[in-house]
Every structure is written in C-alpha cells, then in structure tokens.
C-alpha cells in the first residue's frame, strides 16, 4: 500500500494543477458572473459551473502524459499507478463536491450574492437532497475525469493514430445510431426518455459509464511501455 | 583524473607496480601501514575489486601482509626482494632487447660495454 | 556469488527490426558493470525490459531471481536512471528528491543533499528548465542517494563538464566502497569509466559480442602493423577486430594474449607490436568494416 500512498503524494505534489488551478478556472467564471450580475437587474443562471467540471478532464487526459513515465521509471507498478491516481481524483472530487455544497449553501444564504445569480445552485442538479448533491458532483467529476484518463490511455498504448482510430470509430457507432433512431422513427421516445431521467438515475448511469472507462484505461495502462 | 592508468595493461598490475615504486622510493617505509582498497580505489579512481587484486599480488609475493582489523603492512627486507625483482626485470625488458638489436648492427659485445661505459659518464 | 542479473535468449523484435537479439548474460551482486556500445546498439532497450519498462518478445528474465514486471519487490530494489527520464511540467528539482524516498526505501536524503551541493544544482529551479548537464546530475543525485541493491545509469554524464564527470566517479566509487551495490554503467564513451568498471558487456547490433571481465581484457588486444601480407600471415587463426590497410602496409588489431614465442616470430618478421587500449578495443569490435571476422585459416 506505501507505494499507492507515494503515487497520490507524487500527484498532490502538483498542487496547481490538482487543488488550485480548478478553483482559478471557477472562481474567474463566477467574477465574470457577479460582474455581468450586478450590471443587469434580472435572475441570472449560469452554466459557468461547467468548467470545474470539464478541467477534471483535462487533467485526466494530461496526467496520464505527465506522470505515467515518470513514475513506472521511478519503479512503481502499474497497479500502483492505478490505484493510486484513482485515490488521488477520488480525494479531490470529495473534497471539490463539498466544497462545492458549501458555496451552494452560502449562495442560498445570501440570497444569491444579492444580485440574483445562480451560480452554483444549477436547476435540476441541485434540486435533491444534499447526500443526492454530493453523489451527482462526485460523480460527475469522476466521469470526466476517467473519460480523460482513457483517452490519455489509449494514447500511451497506442499512439497518437491509435487515438484517431477510437475517436473514428466512436463517431462511426454514434452515427450509426443517429441514423437508426431516424430511420425507425424514435426521436420522439428518446426525448421522452432524456427527459424523463432523475438526478439519481442520472448519475448511476455515470458511474456505470465510469467503471467502463476505469477498465478500458487499466487495460491499457497495464500494457503500456514508459 | 590525478594518475590516469594505461587501459591497455591490466590495472592491478600497475597498482602492484606503483606500491612498489612507493617502498623503493621510501615513500613506504618497511613496518608502514599501507592505504586501504577503498583509499586506493578513490584516489586512483578505479574498482576497488580491481586495487584489492593489486594488493593481492603483492600479499602473494610476501612484499604486504595483513594485519586483521588493522590493514596491510609493508614486510620488513623486502626493498631488496623488490630490486632483485626489478633488476630481473631490466635483464628481461632492456638488456636482452638491447643485445639482440646490437647483434643485428654487428656491435660486438665489448663494443657495447664501451658504450655504456660512455653513456653512464655522460648521464 | 548471488545472481542479481539472469537472462537468457532475451530478444526484442520490432516488426523486422531487431534491437535485442538473444542475448544471454548474468550480473553478479556487487559488482560495477560497463555495458558498452555504439549508440542504438539495443543497451538501453535491454535496460528498459530489465526493469519490465517495455515488454520482451522472447527469452528469459530473471531479476532478483523473479519476472520483473508488476513486481514490487523487485521493482522496489531497482533505480534506473534513464537518459531520457521524463519528469512532471510542474515539477522542480526538490519535488524530484522529495517523491524520490516514497519510491526508494534505501533513500539516503542527507547523501542527496550533500550531492547537490556538489553538483551545484537549483533546488527551486523548475525540472524543465534544467540544462542537459543539470538534468543528468539530477540523476545522478537520485541514483546515487536511491542506494537500490541494483542501479543502472544509462549515459549517465550527458552534457557533464569534466569537473562534474570527475565529481560523479568520486562520489560513485566512495558510496560503493561504503554501500556495496550492483552497479551498471551504461555508455558510449569508454575512455572515461574503464576504469570504474569490473565486468564489462559490449553489445552491438542487439547482439552480445563481448562478456568479460575488464581486467582480463586489459592487455588482451594487440596491435600488428608491418608489410600486409606478413601481418595477415602472422595472423593466420586469430581474431581479428580491425584492419587497416596503408599502402603495402597493414595495422590490424588482435584479440588473444601473444606468447613469448609469437612475439618474437613477430620481430623476426619485422612486425611491430603496440598495446590497445580497452575504449580502441571497443571502438574496434563495433567499428563497422571488416569488424570481428576470423582470419583466413
């Protein structure tokens, strides 16, 4: 286990880039905001939320680049490397998620910074319970960031015209299933269904997906050369 | 690099050579503590293993003997076992050589005595 | 004397190309190792499936007695500090030596830190923006201070000036001498560690042309220069590394220790002998033309 603790030591190292360089990202999405907000009088509700999500994947894609080499040559196992950079974005997505409620908390307490922005209490996400909250944060910046973790995965393993190919084939099913649902009609029973998704649905249906790409980025990092 | 060795001969040879050259040049006296392995092997920079067969050599040849838990020591007498040995030496790599090469320019043995006679005197 | 080292067969194919090709050699504890070659002669490929970096594509590979891959207890005795060692953006040289411990458990931190004082090196300096010869003396630092029973530097003393090249032999042989280890010293350049070395492999080619221990192959090397066809004629039946011709004459470099009688059929002969130096050796056997062919009988 001391060598999984070393390899989430050797990540937190980074600490720009794991604790801080999240919030810079959010808090100056939240300052464009509360300047746009105390400009104009209505409600504002904002996706601005977005990027802390969407930087979890980007450091999944860049991580994997970063302290793959570095670490199989300072002799850690590749189980460990696993094991330990999924503690590491577990760790940081439970500390981001409360965070997260905290701020919520605060936005509600003040009744939306005064100025009616709808920062991070987002429709629907927000809507349940704080243990619902918590579970569709967490999980969502888990997905993304093993979404990104994959992706830089498939790169290690097989190159840059390797990654190509996924992506190709990926948009090639997508396509496909495009073009069925058109072809039989389903549209109309597919909004049905979006629509019809509960938060809790929702991000069980993440974290299905997420054990995918834990896999899929195993398999291939167990293979991978340094 | 302070003493580069000759990589074309093996090292512990030279080193057996350069202990010598030390004791005959009385920078080892007899009875004195001679460097340990690893100082040898620092201050030549070379594998310790090979100045430990160096060394050997010369534990082999009775000119070192080891005093356990203290270190090796020069043997009392033997700057002449070392000359003796060198002067072998000389026969061997200067005096066979030099008669040889003489016999081929015709120099008659006399002749060479006569001239080193004269090249001792110029010296 | 416990075999750090086993392997056998070992071969490494890409597509057609063969960078590995069935090598078999042991490394002994405690010993310093040379493993010497051209650039691209398959020494760093082979260091990389020593320590289950990249895969083999057959042989045997023993290291501590078991398959290195996935094998944390012969991972956690190993340091190889690679050439290319790629390090975090955002890394600084003190980051390097604090996750170093977390991966070495023989991690001496007061050796690392006396290291960099030698070296000089910018602790707060970012690993990226290091100059060649800073970011081999990082490695130097990590592999000297990892003390693991088994560390392997390829071309350690890129971009080193003489002074630090001087100041890594130094340090190297006086924490060996304290802290017995095995020790590969991976290289181009000969000239320099010849001496450090106890036991020395050539490769060239993907293929191990020499296993030997260096003492013996000190003086082992002649080399024969006089009229050619009386230096081929000489030669009848020895190994010969290297020919030069020049007009009617020839240099040509001979394996073997000479006997007293040859070297005399030598002068009669009016052939001249000279020594060669481990590095010509080398250079000799890897050197492309005419390289280790036998004597016409």
Redesign the interface.
Known sequence: MSRVTGIVKTHLTDRLSWLMLPWIILGSSFAVNVIIGSLIDEEIKTGGLASIFIYMMVIGIVSVGQTYPFLISFGARRKDYFLGTSATIALVSVGTAIALLLVGYVERATDYWGIGLHFFNVPYLTDGSLLSQFWIFFIIMMNLFFCGFAIGAVYRKVGRNGLFGVFIVLGLALTVAFYLTTYFDKWGQVLDWVVGISVLELANGLLVLTLVYVAASYGLLRKATA | ?SFP????????VQIAERIENDILEGNLPEESQVPS??QF??F???????AL?GINLLVDQGILYKKRGIGMFVATGVRDIIVGKRKEQFYEQYVVSMV?EAEKLGITADQLTDMIKRGAKEQ | MTKIVEVSGLSKHYGKVKAVDNVSFTLEEGKIYGLLGRNGAGKTTIMHMLTAQIFKTSGELKVFGEEPYENEKVLNRICFIKESQKYPETFRVKDVLNVSPLFFPNWDKELAMALVEDFRLPLKRRMKKLSRGMLSAVGIVVGLASRAPLTIFDEPYLGLDAVARNLFYDRLLQDYAEYPRTIVLSTHLIDEVSQLLEHVLVIDGGKLLLDEEAETLRGNASNVVGAASKVEDFLAGKRIIHRAPFGGLMSATVLGQLSAQERMRATELGLEIGPVSLQQMVVHMTGGNGNSEEAAQ
């Open positions: 690099m060795m000759d990589d074309s001969r093996p090292i512990f392995i690893n092997a620092a030549y920079q070379i594998n310790p293993a090979t067969k040889k």
